[in-house]
């Protein structure tokens, strides 16, 4: 196995909860820009979203990255978005296999995993099963993300086998996005009560209930991720929160480094047992198609 995890932390708190940077919130800027941010912001690791760059689909490369940055990798985002369906070839499920595998090599214990697109149906009808069984055989966490319908302009669209909702099959472990949610217009509170001991991992960001994904920093849209926050302080929660968030409109890089503090800040706030708090600044205009 690769180290990734080193002797000491960079910016690691007191926090039981893990705070974790996804390597897509720093888009357009790479990998190794995100690893370097998290260090220096004072993130606790990192999570690969493993697409087209490289980079990210390096184990050696990755490794490097740690060590260099002391941000231990504590998440894999498999390569199961629209812009990385040609990653590491066509065929979905050798896909998860590989990620797992390169979670198991970098140390990380999670891989976070979208259902399958309906047009994917001969992975969809193996899909539960295939998590359960690398749940099993490998140790790593593989936790499956809430997703949400398409919505047009005159009709929803039912993207995902065997559906878009976790909570409606029989995962044992969950990822919950909030930014999901939003465009979903499903309650961030209910979705934790619902998941309840299945949830292991959350990634961290807001949304106005739009159409589209927008993974706004948290405090900017009407998720209430304060009070979701709280919740999992008080059910005791021991997943990583993973900020993912949207900063390809930052106009420099002081505005993009301006929204990766404030998400952090709202994170670190809210896990407090006894938090105070904390306004999120108004920070870049957003366009709901900025998001991924």
């Known amino acids: 196995m690769l180290d990734t995890n080193g002797s000491e932390v960079a910016g690691s708190s007191t926090s039981e909860i893990q705070v974790t940077l996804s390597t897509a919130s720093v888009?357009?800027?790479?990998?190794?820009f995100a690893f370097e941010t998290a260090a220096e912001l004072g993130y606790d690791g990192v999570e690969v979203m493993v697409w087209s760059e490289e980079t990210t689909q390096n184990p050696l490369t990755l490794a490097h990255l740690s060590a260099d940055t002391g941000m231990p990798i504590r998440?894999?985002?498999a390569p199961t978005l629209l812009v990385s369906q040609r990653v590491w070839g066509r065929s979905p499920a050798p896909k998860l296999q590989r990620a797992v595998e390169l979670a198991q090599e970098l140390g990380a214990t999670t891989v976070v995993v979208h259902p399958p697109f309906r047009w994917q149906y001969k992975y969809a009808r193996l899909f539960e099963e295939q998590v359960r069984t690398l749940n099993e055989d490998t140790g790593v966490t593989l936790a499956v993300e809430?997703?949400?319908p398409w919505r047009g302009a005159r009709r929803e669209?039912?993207?995902y086998l065997p559906?878009?909702?976790p909570a409606?099959?029989?995962?044992?472990s969950v990822t919950l996005d909030l930014s999901h949610a939003s465009v979903a217009q499903q309650d961030g509170l209910a979705l934790v009560e619902s998941f309840g001991d299945r949830l292991k991992h959350l990634h961290l960001a807001d949304g106005t209930g739009a159409a589209r994904d927008e993974h706004l920093v948290p405090g900017r849209g009407g998720m209430e991720c304060d009070?979701?926050?709280q919740d999992l302080v008080r059910r005791g929660f021991t997943g990583d929160v993973c900020l993912e968030i949207s900063t390809r409109r930052a106009r420099t890089a002081g505005e993009r480094l301006d929204d990766l503090t404030a998400a952090l800040k709202f994170a670190r706030t809210y896990l407090s047992p006894e938090p105070g708090e904390y306004s999120t600044p108004p920070?870049?205009?957003?366009?709901?198609?900025d998001a991924w």
């Open 227 to 229: 009070k979701v926050l």
């Open 75 to 77: 998440s894999i985002h």
């Open 168 to 172: 409606e099959h029989s995962y044992e």
């Open 283 to 289: 920070g870049v205009p957003h366009r709901v198609h």
């Open 146 to 148: 809430n997703m949400y």
């Open 163 to 165: 559906g878009w909702d």
């Open 27 to 32: 888009y357009p800027r790479r990998t190794a």
């Open 157 to 159: 669209m039912q993207a």
